[in-house]
């Protein structure tokens, strides 16, 4: 079936660690892709999205995303977590490039150790 | 730029009453979504706005949901009545041109 997998539910880091999100989906063209954070008692916020061109995106807060194609992943890294980042990050999918109607993963939520 | 605009943002209610969630989308977006996320699964679509146009519904659970979206403005989800497995967040989503879709706060509602 066409999913989108984030395989760790829960991850935890140590202030200053790097980090790296896994996001893998299962849809046969290339589709659009997010990279969404939702911090405690905030909304969805948008870190970064991939349609076309350069496989590395750089988004907001410090974060980056690159699209591999041949492993149909889309994995987030930072490279020096802040206290801040504690919060729950979701990938998701448009599907079909541009409808807008978005597929997510079921989300990881990142601890952050001092 | 005021950004999407959730209301109420938790709401509390007892099985079989009704209840009715609101979304302000950003000023100029035609195009207003509504998802869900139920406890320990994944945020589902449920329906999407063009303007005041259903132009997909197929993620609405059953019909004891209806959404509205009079003058193409601000969007109204009702659920009546209310069942426990209804309980979850809400969370409402508007785009522009560029196709990049802004989040609403999300409303937790509780149905007990």
């Known amino acids: 079936a066409q999913s989108v997998t984030q395989p760790d539910i829960h991850i935890t880091v140590s202030e200053g660690a790097s980090l790296e999100l896994r996001c893998n989906y299962s849809?046969?063209?290339?589709?659009?892709l997010f990279w969404y954070v939702q911090s405690p008692g905030q909304g969805l916020q948008l870190l970064l999205k991939?349609?076309?061109?350069?496989?590395l995106v750089q988004g907001i807060k410090g974060f980056e995303a690159e699209f591999k194609r041949s492993q149909s992943s889309f994995n987030l890294r930072k490279p020096s977590v802040h206290w801040s980042d504690a919060a729950e990050y979701f990938c998701?999918?448009?599907?079909?490039?541009?409808?807008?109607?978005?597929?997510f993963g079921k989300g990881t939520k990142l601890t952050v150790n001092p | 730029e005021a950004g999407v605009t959730q209301f109420p943002s938790h709401s509390v209610i007892e099985k079989g009453q009704t209840v009715t969630l609101r979304c302000d989308p950003i000023?100029?977006?035609?195009?207003l979504y509504w998802y869900r996320r139920v406890m320990g699964k994944e945020i589902k679509f449920l329906l999407h706005?063009?303007?005041?146009?259903?132009?997909?519904e197929s993620g609405m659970p059953n019909n004891r949901f209806l959404a509205e979206r009079t003058g193409g403005t601000y969007s109204t989800l009702k659920v009546q009545p209310a069942e426990l497995e209804d309980s979850g967040v809400y969370f409402c989503?508007?785009?522009?041109?560029?196709?990049?879709?802004?989040f609403g706060q999300g409303t937790r509602l509780t149905v007990v």
């Open positions: 000023s100029g977006h035609d195009n």
């Open positions: 998701a999918v448009d599907p079909q490039g541009g409808s807008e109607k978005l597929v």
């Open positions: 706005f063009v303007k005041e146009s259903k132009q997909d």
């Open positions: 849809y046969g063209a290339t589709p659009y």
């Open positions: 991939y349609f076309s061109g350069d496989t």
């Open positions: 989503a508007s785009t522009g041109v560029a196709g990049v879709a802004f």
